[in-house]
């Protein structure tokens, strides 16, 4: 994603439907705090250039096999998921010669909803649970940013949209 006037009038609007759901009370305490854009350069100290956003997988065939020996959630089962990909973060960074550069890595807790870019980058789409649905991993990942002040070639795919097929639905053990 590199931030020129389009990202910015997708952002826009979708801070005022986050305001509006504010007003409402139907903000949770995970999501992060309301910001303009040019807030978080002041918060992060650098004019942003690109984001990429990455998904990292959690439900694999692996884990899968595995999954009867144990009663502990997947993601629980290891170490920390912010620590894991947050390093996998800082060596892309370093692999991508940003290495001394302005960057700024999230994982889950940060200035940035992660979900807004996941699902109009086209990495996911919008469940009707309003979880960022992976096409391939549904919604057994976790969503990080890399934030560079540093242009880079934009990637994006078509934007994805839910099949309505009610699987989140029908599956959910707490009936949502």
């Given amino acids: 994603f590199t931030p020129g006037s389009a990202f910015r009038k997708m952002y826009n609007p979708f801070l005022s ?34 984001v990429m956003v990455l998904f990292f997988p959690y439900m694999t065939e692996d884990k899968l096999l ?14 920390d998921y912010h620590y894991v990909c947050k390093k996998i973060m800082g060596e892309l960074i370093e692999s ?30 919008k469940g009707l649970n309003a979880m960022a649905i992976h096409p391939r991993y549904g919604s057994y990942g976790f969503l990080g940013l890399i934030v560079t002040h540093k242009k880079q070639k934009e990637y994006l795919t078509i934007k994805k949209e839910c099949k309505q097929c009610k699987a989140c639905i029908k599956n959910c053990p707490g009936q949502a």
């Fill in 66 to 79: 595995r999954s009867d020996s144990s009663n502990l959630s997947f993601h629980a089962a290891s170490v």
């Fill in 17 to 50: 439907e986050k305001k509006i759901r504010q007003e409402k009370g139907l903000l949770n305490e995970f999501e992060p705090d309301i910001m303009e854009i040019t807030e978080i350069e002041q918060e992060i100290g650098f004019t942003i250039g690109s």
């Fill in 96 to 125: 991508l010669a940003l290495k001394g550069e302005d960057a700024y890595i999230q994982c889950d807790n940060g200035f940035f909803n992660e979900r807004f870019f996941a699902l109009n980058t086209g990495l996911c789409a």
